[in-house]
T-cell receptor
Framework: DAGITQSPRYKITETGRQVTLMCHQT?????MFWYRQDLGHGLRLIYY???????DKGEVPDGYVVSRSKTENFPLTLESATRSQTSVYFC????????????FGAGTRLSVL | AQSVTQPDIHITVSEGASLELRCNYS??????LFWYVQSPGQGLQLLLK??????LVQGIKGFEAEFKRSQSSFNLRKPSVHWSDAAEYFC?????????????FGGGTRLMVKP
């Protein structure tokens, strides 16, 4: 009953470094999402994926790259981290249509120094 | 494009008091509406959802919400707050024609409970 897991839970990195946040779900959900959470902004969608090898931009995609070679995994990569990317990142998954509930991981707190 | 506004950033209530958290959305048709709760250090958990039908929906942990089309609102209520309800609450909207199943979230309301 693992559900959706994110790793690492905490990460400190330096400006300019590449960092990858991992997300794994065990439900075989079609859709997966990456959000960032910042004070006063709630959660904002970075990227989402409708199925393996299908990804699309959300509201704030700049500076991020995603891939989805397998249904269960949806890694998020910051190719050259900036201080403005310091945030809490949440991964979520859903079966599909707008009526389906999104299930969230516990989050990754990323600090870029 | 749809949007969600939660006017109250912080709310403090005494344990046992009633609670109402406000949520206003902007969308041309009837949306799908959700309330999520985030406990400290945790991910988001669904409290309740509204798709259609009865405008008063019941959720987990004794919460309820009422959809009011005329006011574009979906306020969350609880008759008697417990200390364990201290958390951050997010209202979200999904549109019916959204093939991408994307949620738009409000900025959140942080609830503090006084003993």
């Amino acid at each position: 009953d693992a559900g959706i897991t994110q790793s690492p839970r905490y990460k400190i990195t330096e400006t300019g470094r590449q960092v990858t946040l991992m997300c794994h779900q065990t439900w075989s959900h079609s859709y997966m999402f990456w959000y960032r959470q910042d004070l006063g902004h709630g959660l904002r969608l970075i990227y989402y994926s409708a199925a393996a090898d299908i990804t699309d931009k959300g509201e704030v995609p700049d500076g991020y790259v995603v891939s989805r070679s397998k249904t269960e995994n949806f890694p998020l990569t910051l190719e050259s981290a900036t201080r403005s990317q310091t945030s809490v990142y949440f991964c979520a998954s859903s079966q599909g249509t707008a009526k389906n509930i999104q299930y969230f991981g516990a989050g990754t707190r990323l600090s870029v120094l | 494009a749809q949007s969600v506004t939660q006017p109250d950033i912080h709310i403090t209530v005494s344990e046992g008091a009633s609670l109402e958290l406000r949520c206003n959305y902007s969308y041309g048709a009837t949306p799908y509406l959700f309330w999520y709760v985030q406990s400290p250090g945790q991910g988001l958990q669904l409290l309740l959802k509204y798709f259609s039908g009865d405008t008063l929906v019941q959720g987990i942990k004794g919460f309820e919400a009422e959809f009011k089309r005329s006011q574009s609102s979906f306020n969350l209520r609880k008759p008697s707050v417990h200390w364990s309800d201290a958390a951050e609450y997010f209202c979200a909207v999904a549109t019916r024609n959204n093939a991408g199943n994307m949620l738009t979230f409000g900025g959140g309301t942080r609830l503090m409970v006084k003993p």
